[in-house]
C-alpha cells in the first residue's frame, strides 16, 4: 500500500488518478511504422489496463494511413508525436522516452505479438522495489507462443547469449520488446542506435549501471512477414556489432579513438 501511495504522489502534478482503477503509473511509448490494420486494437488493449498513466505513440514516418489515423485520436491520456521521416524504432523510442513524465515506462510495439493485458507481470518486481527493469521473456514462459521460424528463434538465442557474454547478465531473451524501466534508469544515459541496434544498447548500458534486472515470462503472438514484420538479417549483424560496441570493451576503444582524435 505504501509503494502505491507514492506511486500516486508521484503523479499528482501530472496526471488525474481515477481512484477506483488501481495505481496507473506506467508511460506505454508505440514507436508505429505503418501498422494502420492493429494500431488501433494495441491502443485500446493500452487504454483498458489498469496501470496506464499515459501512451506516447512516435510515428515514424508512416505512409499507409497510420498517421491520419493517429491525428484523429481524443484521448486525455495519449499524445502522439510524428517523425519528419522514418527513422528506425531506436530514434522513436528516443523520442518517446524523452517525453514520459509516469513512474515507470514501458515500450509497447503497435503490432499484435505482445499482450498489455500482461504489463500486471512486468510492473510486478517494480512495485516491489526489487527490480529497476524488467523484462519479459518469450522463453521462460510456459504461456501461448505461436509457432514460426526456427532460424529466427536460433538467432534470438545466439543474439542473447552474445550480449550475455558481453554484459555479464544471464538473460533468456535480449531482443523482447517488452523491457520496462524506472524513469530514472532511462534518464541516466544516452541512447544512439535508429533501428533494431537499440535492444542490446538498452541491455548494455543497463548492464554497465548495475540496475537491477528482473525477467518475467509472458506470451508471444508472433507475425509473418505477409503479416508485416519488419526485422531482417542485415538488423541481426548490426545487433552483434552493437553487442560489442556498447560493451566496456567497446566503450574503452571508443574512448581512447575519440581521445587521439581530440
Given at each position: 500500500?505504501?509503494?502505491?501511495?507514492?506511486?500516486?504522489?508521484?503523479a499528482?502534478?501530472?496526471?488525474?488518478?481515477d481512484?477506483?482503477?488501481?495505481?496507473?503509473?506506467?508511460?506505454?511509448?508505440?514507436?508505429?511504422?505503418?501498422?494502420?490494420?492493429?494500431?488501433?486494437?494495441?491502443?485500446?488493449?493500452?487504454?483498458?489496463?489498469?496501470?496506464?498513466?499515459?501512451?506516447?505513440?512516435?510515428?515514424?514516418?508512416?505512409?499507409?494511413?497510420?498517421?491520419?489515423?493517429?491525428?484523429?485520436?481524443?484521448?486525455?491520456?495519449?499524445?502522439?508525436?510524428?517523425?519528419?521521416?522514418?527513422?528506425?524504432?531506436?530514434?522513436?523510442?528516443?523520442?518517446?522516452?524523452?517525453?514520459?513524465?509516469?513512474?515507470?515506462?514501458?515500450?509497447?510495439?503497435?503490432?499484435?505479438?505482445?499482450?498489455?493485458?500482461?504489463?500486471?507481470?512486468?510492473?510486478?518486481p517494480?512495485?516491489?522495489?526489487?527490480?529497476?527493469?524488467?523484462?519479459?521473456?518469450?522463453?521462460?514462459?510456459?504461456?501461448?507462443?505461436?509457432?514460426?521460424?526456427?532460424?529466427?528463434?536460433i538467432?534470438?538465442?545466439?543474439?542473447?547469449?552474445?550480449?550475455?557474454m558481453?554484459?555479464?547478465?544471464?538473460?533468456?531473451?535480449?531482443?523482447?520488446?517488452?523491457?520496462?524501466?524506472?524513469?530514472?534508469?532511462?534518464?541516466?544515459?544516452?541512447?544512439?542506435?535508429?533501428?533494431?541496434?537499440?535492444?542490446?544498447?538498452?541491455?548494455?548500458?543497463?548492464?554497465?549501471?548495475?540496475?537491477?534486472?528482473?525477467?518475467?515470462?509472458?506470451?508471444?503472438?508472433?507475425?509473418?512477414?505477409?503479416?508485416?514484420?519488419?526485422?531482417?538479417?542485415?538488423?541481426?549483424?548490426?545487433?552483434?556489432?552493437?553487442?560489442?560496441?556498447?560493451?566496456?570493451?567497446?566503450?574503452?576503444?571508443?574512448?581512447?579513438?575519440?581521445?587521439?582524435?581530440?
Open positions: 500500500m505504501a509503494q502505491q501511495e507514492m506511486l500516486r504522489q508521484m499528482d502534478d501530472e496526471f488525474p488518478i481512484e477506483g482503477s488501481g495505481p496507473p503509473c506506467l508511460c506505454v511509448v508505440i514507436p508505429a511504422y505503418n501498422e494502420i490494420s492493429t494500431i488501433e486494437t494495441v491502443v485500446d488493449a493500452v487504454l483498458d489496463v489498469p496501470f496506464t498513466q499515459e501512451v506516447i505513440i512516435v510515428d515514424d514516418g508512416s505512409t499507409d494511413g497510420t498517421r491520419e489515423l493517429l491525428e484523429k485520436l481524443d484521448d486525455p491520456k495519449i499524445r502522439v508525436f510524428f517523425q519528419p521521416h522514418n527513422q528506425g524504432k531506436g530514434a522513436a523510442l528516443r523520442r518517446g522516452f524523452a517525453e514520459a513524465r509516469s513512474p515507470y515506462v514501458v515500450v509497447q510495439d503497435a503490432d499484435l505479438e505482445y499482450d498489455p493485458d500482461e504489463f500486471g507481470t512486468l510492473v510486478g517494480l512495485l516491489e522495489g526489487k527490480a529497476d527493469v524488467v523484462y519479459g521473456s518469450r522463453f521462460l514462459s510456459g504461456r501461448p507462443h505461436r509457432v514460426l521460424y526456427f532460424w529466427h528463434s538467432g534470438n538465442r545466439l543474439l542473447t547469449l552474445a550480449s550475455n558481453f554484459t555479464d547478465l544471464n538473460l533468456s531473451d535480449m531482443e523482447t520488446c517488452y523491457k520496462m524501466f524506472r524513469r530514472e534508469v532511462l534518464q541516466s544515459f544516452t541512447l544512439e542506435e535508429d533501428r533494431f541496434g537499440i535492444e542490446p544498447e538498452l541491455t548494455a548500458k543497463i548492464a554497465a549501471g548495475r540496475w537491477r534486472v528482473f525477467e518475467v515470462g509472458i506470451s508471444y503472438h508472433g507475425r509473418t512477414y505477409d503479416e508485416g514484420k519488419k526485422i531482417g538479417w542485415k538488423d541481426g549483424i548490426r545487433a552483434f556489432y552493437c553487442i560489442v560496441r556498447y560493451s566496456p570493451l567497446g566503450q574503452k576503444l571508443r574512448r581512447s579513438r575519440a581521445k587521439k582524435a581530440a
